[in-house]
């Protein structure tokens, strides 16, 4: 049967880097009517590194879950490193996602990517 | 001791003291097979045991004992009397592929006894439901064909608890040569249910409704002629329904329907009042919340809400953590991450649909209970919202 672990209902139940920030390095928004999901993701990036991570959500458990472990996971990360963050690590951080909500929390990891897309589109912008 | 808040009860209900008492013996030292009381005098107090069981449900809904079946609970007596009643009637009357009315929001105990008729080319009506719950008898009118065999629909559903005009759909489904069936589980023991006040021809009950044990219920078949067994066997129940009688069971339904009986009048009051104030002590608190499907033509111990904004899974969970125990869709489909079949049958888009919860109050349930509720439920709500 298909049940959270603890470790996911902790994360759930305190999560971490809920919030906005100002004048982001990229931002990803992701609204999903079917899943009943809203979500955007706010990164702030310095030299090539991730220095900050937030996130605002209306999602399942899952997606909060993974949302919160992703943003403590990220400073200090470099971009590539950041992609390379996926749902089998996180799962792995909250001691085994369920595999049919994989998809669902799999939200974050594209709101993540969005994020870093937008970063990238800006930097290009910039150098352009 | 941490405090837990059993709001759940319609998916099941705890077994009562006096029931677990009543049924006891009946793994021990009554243990004797029922059938054999001609010539066994254990045999005979299981027997006994066993008819007298059936008394007390005949008078829960005044019918005859004799039209009292027992089986293992709802999910059989739907799937008999759905495949037994369509099957009979098509081969001995009809001679030809019958046709079956039910609606778009029964339990899937209907719903998927019904799409195994269709796949066996049986023709089956899922009638429409609408935004209060409730079904249009005009529209079971419509439904009906000559060849249509069985009206069968729920006296009120379990998700949203509406209560469904039973006695003007019966009438129509026999005034075209139907029979007519309603599955009583959510009501039997909560609201009056009377077979004849009813006009139904079948009905079935399932005990773990109301505080009796899982796994046994009964089907009421009016006239044995109008259905084939489903559980063909040996010469139990008439020969209707083969297998030896689930006693302890039996007795405990028996025991759960006296207590049911002798209870309802005060508990249709007392969870009347609990229900409405815990509907309007959290509306107080929380903005945003809509009730699903009509608040008046309703089971009293059923609160099925939608709170904007807010998805279900998680709330149901932070509440677990509270220790207050309620439930999303019915308790069956608990693992999909479908939105319920019910409140989409009645109009509510997926975003609703997964933002409700049902909140199924029982026997058990106190006014402290309920108080508890009252308390957390909105200050889980506030956290979820500033989430978003
Ligand atoms: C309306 C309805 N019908 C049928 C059933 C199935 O009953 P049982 O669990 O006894 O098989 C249930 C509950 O699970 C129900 O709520």
Redesign the interface.
Known sequence: MDKYSRATIREFMSPSNIGYIDDPSGMGHIADNADAVELTFFISVDAGHITDAKYRVAGCTALISTLSVLSKELPGKTIDEALALDMSYLSGVLDGLPESKWRCAGYAVQALHLAIEDYQSKGEATAG | MERIVYMDNAATTPVDAAVLDEMKPFFTEQFANPMTYAHSSSGDVAHVAVEEARVRVASLIGSQPEQVMFTSGGTESDNWVLKGTVERASRERLHKSGHLVTAEFEHHAILHSALALQRQGYEVTFVKVGHSGIVDPDDVQRAMRPTTALVSIMHANNEIGTIQPIADIARIAHEHGALMHTDAVQTTAHIPVDVDTLGVDFLSVSAHKFNGPKGVGILFVRDQEALYPFIDGGGQEWGLRGSTHNVPGIVGLGKAAQLGKERLPRELERLTMLRDMLLSKLSAQIDGIVVNGDMKQRVPQNLNIRIE???N??LL??MN?AGIIAAGGSACNA?E?LASHVLTSIGC???EA??SIRLSLGYATTTEDVNYAIDVIPGLVKF?R???
Do not use: R, W
């Open positions: 904004g807010i998805d899974e998680p969970l932070a953590e693992l991450t888009d997926l975003k997964k933002s979820l500033s989430m978003a």
